[in-house]
């Protein structure tokens, strides 16, 4: 089993930069795939991005690619989400969620996760 909290979230003026993490307890940390999602108002869950166990690849989804950066310390059982170039429309609530990755695919969908934190509020103002 895991814990996830996340941390960072806040108000931001476009174009500015945040660092989420996401600190994790429990056993066995860096046996699991990190992701993060987010959601906004009215919308639906969204795969931002992920990271596999040993920090050696990632995968983003295209709305952030270039702008959002996933890393990890499996030493820390703690992974980033480093924010640059935000925009008002990347304004959600973010999670990082955890599964423990079983193959080189990285999962980009909720179903796939079994843990998660209850999120960060990441508001981007015009």
């Known amino acids: 089993q895991v814990q996830l909290v996340e941390s960072g979230g806040g108000l931001v003026q476009a174009g500015g930069s945040l660092r989420l993490s996401c600190a994790a307890s429990?056993?066995?940390?860096?046996?699991?795939?990190m992701a993060w999602f987010r959601q906004g108002p009215g919308k639906e869950r969204e795969f931002v991005g992920v990271i596999g166990w040993n920090g050696a690849s990632a995968y983003y989804a295209d709305s952030v690619k270039g702008r959002f950066t996933i890393s990890r310390d499996n030493a820390k059982n703690t992974v980033y989400l480093q924010m640059n170039t935000l925009k008002p429309g990347d304004s959600a609530v973010y999670s990082c969620?955890?599964?423990?990755?079983?193959?080189?695919?990285?999962?980009?969908?909720?179903?796939?996760?079994?843990?998660w934190g209850q999120g960060t509020q990441v508001t981007v103002s015009s």
């Open positions: 429990g056993r066995a940390f860096s046996m699991y795939a």
């Open positions: 969620a955890a599964a423990i990755q079983t193959s080189v695919t990285l999962r980009t969908t909720p179903d796939e996760y079994a843990y």
